[in-house]
């Protein structure tokens, strides 16, 4: 799927603009979405760039130009490649910024003036009402939220998934079952379209949601394969990424690492492996 850049239109009342922001490659930008055809929420103020700001806010203020009216900005999960711009952009629009209290708990100099809970909905006035219904799906971050509007068939996915690069479950703040739950969640909405942070937009993205499960699900079985081959000596995170990401560069291999302990993890509350120290060793009786 091609990426987009600058300002493209997707729905009635829903409109995208992609920024370049300091995410992981091969993503270069992160994009924003205006949600509303007359109240107007703007997620994803992400850029910290000069340049990529400037057009940004032109691309909000010409929504507002054409009778649209900026009510917020909503902010699905605090990494850097998201939040980037939020506290520039509340101050530049004087607009209020909106986040679960997990991700508002998690960002410094940021003021978020609304905490967003699993189930709220953003009813948004307009021509056709827009009711974006807020799902709390951690597993990638723990305050990460998702917007869903069922008449729409439209999903606003943050960082569950990409149509452009891949997404990064880290032990510091991440969760690889509860991550795999949420992918579920996400799939059973049966939503027409998805529109990630990084990457154009999902058609009939259960597809995806699936893959993704089944992509994870294989992964952790190599994880296991490689650990049960080390036997009772067990083995350092490192020592196992050359066997369970033999398919995976070997520049890639440091971020693999943040996966697999994430896996490893997992495995563990699945009673699977133990943790001895900085090693692990798979209960054989599994």
Avoid at 50 to 69: K, M, N, Q, V, Y
Avoid at 78 to 106: K, M, N, Q, S, Y
Wanted: glycine share 8%; net charge negative.
């Amino acid at each position: 799927m091609q990426s987009v850049t600058g300002p493209y239109a997707i729905a009635a009342g829903v409109d995208g603009f992609s920024a370049r922001t300091p995410t992981l490659l091969p993503a270069t930008h992160t994009n924003s979405y205006a949600l509303g055809g007359r109240d107007v929420v703007l997620v994803e103020p992400a850029t910290p760039f000069d340049d990529e700001r400037r057009a940004w806010l032109e691309w909000a203020r010409s929504l507002a130009s054409t009778g649209r009216r900026l009510v917020a900005l909503f902010v699905t999960h605090h990494h850097a490649d998201h939040v980037g711009g939020a506290a520039f952009f509340a101050h530049e629009l004087a607009l209020p910024i909106w986040a679960h209290p997990e991700t508002a708990r998690r960002l410094s100099g940021v003021p978020v003036a609304r905490r967003l809970e699993d189930g709220e909905a953003l009813t948004l006035d307009g021509p056709v009402p827009q009711r974006w219904q807020v799902l709390h799906t951690p597993g990638h971050a723990p305050g990460h939220l998702c917007l869903h509007e069922a008449a729409l068939g439209v999903l606003v996915a943050g960082d569950m998934i990409a149509s452009e690069g891949t997404i990064l479950i880290d032990p510091s703040d991440g969760d690889m079952g509860v991550y795999l739950e949420q992918l579920r969640r996400l799939s059973a909405l049966d939503a027409t379209v998805a529109l990630p942070a990084h990457g154009a937009p999902i058609e009939r993205p259960e597809a995806v949601f699936g893959y993704y499960v089944k992509h994870r699900l294989l992964r952790e079985q190599k994880v296991l394969d490689a650990l049960l081959a080390t036997g009772a000596r067990g083995a350092h995170v490192d020592e196992l990424v050359p066997h369970a990401y033999a398919d995976t560069a070997p520049a890639l291999w440091p971020f693999a690492a943040r996966s697999l302990a994430s896996h490893l993890a997992k495995l563990e509350r699945d009673g699977l492996a133990s943790r001895q120290g900085e090693l692990y060793v798979a209960n054989q009786a599994s």
